[in-house]
Every structure is written in structure tokens, then in C-alpha cells.
């Protein structure tokens, strides 16, 4: 959709009187949260017509405009970029960084300008799946909010918002020293919900699993969060190696649920423990996988999946890129990869599961998968590490090159990170075997058993 001459001289002709006025800050703001607001209505229409598809081209040409008008600058001072920039944080963090920027390189001790920078940069990062560029987000981020730190005046912003990026990062103690210095303040903690959860999964992962099994314990969640704080109590007692509270969670949790999800759960944190053969023999014991028509039971056909995964994943003694555990997964995990090979006569479909270019290209693309995420991880890593030397026939690379994210193993990083993430994520399962297995990949590729 073009936007006509007219209205684009019009938008400049606006934004040149915006310059030689030198508007206050507080305009600013006002028109970059009408922007913001504007685009963020019109981007929720599931069926846009076309002339809401022309107000949306529109829009985004009149945030253009705004954005270039206020890194140029003119007559700015550090108040008119924090103005510019806030009301954009949420929705356009790009076009946000881009302001915040600009500020910084004129006024490169303004606090509030590097805390804009960072919450721009973790919002980005945030939003993409775990790769090489998510880390690199991540980390710029973090030295942005280091920066606002050495800055006046101290406000609780940056230390939130460096206590988040460092958990992303798996830096755990220093992310809790940051957790507890912005609870400090009143509107931080008021910004910092569901606190026990926080800090109990920030000591699970930092190698304190006593300490949060003490703060899960003493937790009075409302009734929303009561599973979650149970499974988090499960997972730190496995960590812990704390039989007694394993055995009354596990108790707790599948009296109330004997879901595949739960079973899940429960197997993984047995086998967290060192209790490899009780949770083969609950997984062996998990219901056949079924047909069916609900979202619900298509959720639990994803979990029984995942619990094939994981007793795989169990019973598995050769990680090496050429061994039996790649294609093995990806049937457990349910995988296909079907394209048409048209060398053939006549063309037919051919099934790419064993190949792991076609596996790396699927686990990098679909959308995310909560129940088996953890299995797609580690069906990514055995890819990239099989990938070298792996000669793809022809139709197959004309198949894949259409694909829209490529995986690199220079993503296995981020990838870990992630895994390590979801520790503390009671949504997802398979997350202590997920972890572990993905720090044992991490090193050299192992070699194939002879």
C-alpha cells in the first residue's frame, strides 16, 4: 500500500515546523503514545479492510517521520529523547531504540536515556527464539543498565531491569542482589509480582535448592498459582535430593491431577534425583497416545509425546552426532518433514525426518510447543552437530532454502540459556532432564559408539 505524494510532503512538512518550534517534551510524548496507541489498534485487526490497511501504511509512515524527526534532534535536550522514546518502549521498542540512541550520543550521562536503551533491547531480544542474536540482545541490554547504574540519580528502573536481563542470562546471584534492590523500593516491589516465585526459582538455578524448597514452603500463593508453586516445590526438592518433600509434592500433585502433563513432571524430577529406573517405570506406564478433538486432549496427546521423549532421553547412552538418538527423537517427539521431490516419476512426497538439515530447519521455524520444548532443544543441538558433513540431495536445499530462520550452532549458547530459563517455568516440562542434557552437549560433539 503506497502512500500518496501528498500526504508524505504533508508528514514532512509537519515534522520540519515540529524541528523550528522545538515542541515541549511533554507534546512529544503525547504524540508518540497517539502513535503507539494508533498502530497497536489497527495491528490487532484479525481482517483488515483496505482502507484500514491504508490508515495502518499511514501510521507506520507517520512514526517514520516521528522517529527520524527526534534522532535528528534539533533544540533537544535529554528530556525531550526520554519523552520521545518511553511511550514507544512497549509497543515499537525498535523505533524506541533508535530515539534513545540518538539521545545518548548527545547526552551520554542522562540515567533514564541507557535505562530506555536497555528495556529496548531486552524487549527485542525477548521477543525473538533462542538464537546467537537473542543472546547479543541480551547482553546489550545488560551493559546498557550497567551504564544507567553509574548515572544519577539512583532509581529502582535499571536495577529491575538488569535483574531481568541477568536472569535470562543465567547469571543467578547477582540477578537476586539486583531482585532485592529494586524490592527495596515501593514501586518496584509493587512492579515485581508473585516475589516468592521470583526468588525461589533464582536460588534453584544458582545451586540453592534448600533455600528456595524454604521460601516455595512458606509461599501463600492465591489459588491461580498454588499448582505452580507446587511444581517449583517438586522441582527444587529434586534438585535438593529431598525425598520427604518429593514424595508429599508428588503426592499433592497427581492426587489432584494424574494428567500426562503431571506424569511428566513427576518422572522428570525422579530422574532429577537419581532415580532413573522408578521414573522409566512410570513412564512405561503412561497411557497410549490417542486420537483427538479437543484442544485439551490434543495438549495431552503433546505431553504423552513429550513423555516418549523423555524415556528415550533416559535411556540413552550415545549422544554422538552420527548415533541412533537423533532420528530416535525426532519419532518420539512426533516429527515429519514431507516435501515434494519432483526428480522422481511421478513426483512424490518424501519423508525428511532423518535428515538434519530438514530437522534443524523444523525445530527453528515452528511456532513454540511448551509441553516439548525442552525435546525440540535437544533435537536442535544433535542437528547442528550432525550437520557438518552432511551432503543434502538437491530437492532437499531447494526445499529448505524457502525457510525463514536458520539455525547455527553458533545458537547452542542461547539455546542453553533458554533451558536453563525454564527451570523456573512452570508451564513448560522435561526441564531438569532438558538442561542437563543440553550442558552435556555443549562441549566437544561426543563421538558415535563403534
Known amino acids: 500500500m503506497q502512500i500518496p505524494m501528498s500526504h508524505l510532503v504533508s508528514l514532512l512538512a509537519v515534522a520540519a515546523s515540529a524541528i523550528a518550534q522545538a515542541p515541549a517534551p511533554e507534546q512529544l510524548a503525547q504524540q508518540a ?11 490487532e485487526i484479525e481482517k483488515p479492510s483496505d482502507e484500514q490497511k491504508a490508515q495502518l501504511a499511514a501510521k507506520q509512515q507517520e512514526l517514520a517521520v516521528f522517529v527520524a524527526t527526534c534522532v535528528k534532534g534539533e533544540g533537544f535536550d535529554a528530556q525531550h529523547f526520554i519523552e520521545a522514546s518511553s511511550p514507544l518502549l512497549e509497543g515499537n521498542p525498535q523505533e524506541a531504540l533508535a530515539i534513545a540512541e540518538a539521545g545518548i550520543a548527545k547526552f551520554p550521562d542522562s540515567r533514564f536515556l541507557f535505562d530506555h536503551v536497555g528495556f529496548a533491547h531486552s524487549r527485542l531480544a525477548l521477543a525473538m527464539r533462542p538464537t546467537a542474536a537473542r543472546l547479543a540482545g541480551l547482553r546489550a541490554a545488560e551493559s546498557a543498565f550497567r551504564k544507567a547504574l553509574q548515572c544519577k540519580p539512583d532509581t529502582w528502573h535499571a536495577h529491575l531491569g538488569l535483574y531481568q536481563v541477568l536472569d535470562h542470562l543465567g547469571t543467578c546471584d547477582e540477578a537476586l542482589r539486583e531482585l532485592d534492590t529494586a524490592q527495596k523500593d515501593a514501586e518496584g516491589a509493587a512492579a515485581l509480582t508473585v516475589p516468592w516465585r521470583r526468588r525461589a526459582t533464582l536460588l534453584m538455578r544458582s545451586g540453592k535448592a534448600k533455600d528456595a524448597i524454604a521460601i516455595l514452603k512458606a509461599a501463600t500463593p492465591g489459588d491461580d498459582d498454588e499448582v505452580d508453586r507446587q511444581i517449583l516445590l517438586l522441582r527444587a526438592a529434586a534438585l535438593a535430593k529431598d525425598a520427604a518433600t518429593m514424595e508429599a509434592t508428588t503426592k499433592q500433585l497427581r492426587g489432584a491431577d494424574d494428567s500426562p502433563r503431571m506424569l511428566v513432571e513427576v518422572a522428570d524430577a525422579l530422574a532429577c534425583a537419581g532415580r532413573k529406573d522408578d521414573a522409566l517405570k512410570l513412564l512405561g506406564a503412561r497411557p497410549a497416545r490417542s486420537k483427538f478433538e479437543t484442544e485439551d486432549e490434543r495438549v495431552e496427546q503433546l505431553h504423552l509425546q513429550s513423555a516418549a521423549a523423555l524415556e528415550l532421553v533416559l535411556k540413552t547412552t550415545d549422544w554422538g552426532a552420527k548415533g541412533p538418538t537423533r532420528v530416535a527423537l525426532t519419532k518420539a517427539l512426533g516429527h515429519s518433514f ?61 526445499a529448505l532454502g524457502a525457510q525463514r530462520a536458520k539455525a547455527s550452532v553458533d545458537d547452542i549458547p542461547a539455546l542453553i540459556a533458554a533451558a536453563r530459563f525454564a527451570i523456573g517455568d512452570p508451564d513448560q516440562t522435561g526441564v531438569l532432564a532438558g538442561a542437563r542434557v543440553l550442558e552435556q552437549l555443549a562441549g566437544p560433539a561426543a563421538p558415535a559408539k563403534k
Open 33 to 43: 503514545h497517539g502513535l503507539a496507541q494508533q498502530l497497536a489498534q489497527l495491528g
Open 338 to 398: 514431507n516435501v515434494m521431490d519432483p526428480s522422481s516419476k511421478p513426483p512424490k512426497n518424501v519423508d525428511l525426518s532423518s535428515s538434519p538439515a530438514a530437522m534443524a530447519s523444523l525445530c527453528a521455524n515452528q511456532p513454540a510447543s511448551e509441553p516439548k520444548d525442552w525435546g525440540n532443544r535437544i533435537l536442535l543441538v544433535l542437528c547442528l552437530r550432525a550437520l557438518p558433513g552432511y551432503k543434502p540431495e538437491k530437492f532437499e536445499s531447494t
